[in-house]
């Protein structure tokens, strides 16, 4: 026997079924999709999926998505004054991200500018 919102529910969800509203959905008739968050510890897994289908990604993937981006912008680059300031944000959104992470630093991520002075320096002709 069905108690106050659960019979409401049911009756909704029959008089939907006999409208044909459950009829030709996206993906019926195909297997579900499972997510693998076996590596999520199983108290945090309903709230991770609860903020991934809000739209609400930590700020950390935010920023590793970002550089990624940055990154993949500087390789085919060629104009050297828009290189340095695509540079100059690369290594803003690196320190942006080792501030907000509590680590070592040993283990934060290192920043572009230095191997670009080493090479910029290591091919320009000395006097």
Do not use: W
Request: aromatic share 8%.
């Amino acid at each position: 026997m069905l108690y106050g919102f659960e019979k409401i529910v049911e009756e909704r969800i029959l008089k939907a079924q006999k409208r044909g509203e459950f009829e030709n959905l996206p993906g019926s008739g195909k297997p579900l999709a499972f997510e693998d968050n076996r590596f999520v510890s199983e108290e945090l897994r309903l709230a991770y999926k609860i903020l991934k289908n809000a739209d609400c990604v930590p700020v950390e993937i935010k920023l590793k998505k970002e550089i990624k981006q940055t990154e993949d912008l500087l390789v085919g680059m060629q104009e050297t004054s828009e290189k340095y300031r695509i540079l100059k944000k690369l290594n803003f959104l690196i320190m942006k991200l080792n501030s907000t992470r509590d680590t070592l630093i040993a283990h934060e991520m290192p920043q572009v500018y230095t191997e670009k002075l080493i090479e910029r320096f290591g091919t320009s002709k000395t006097c």
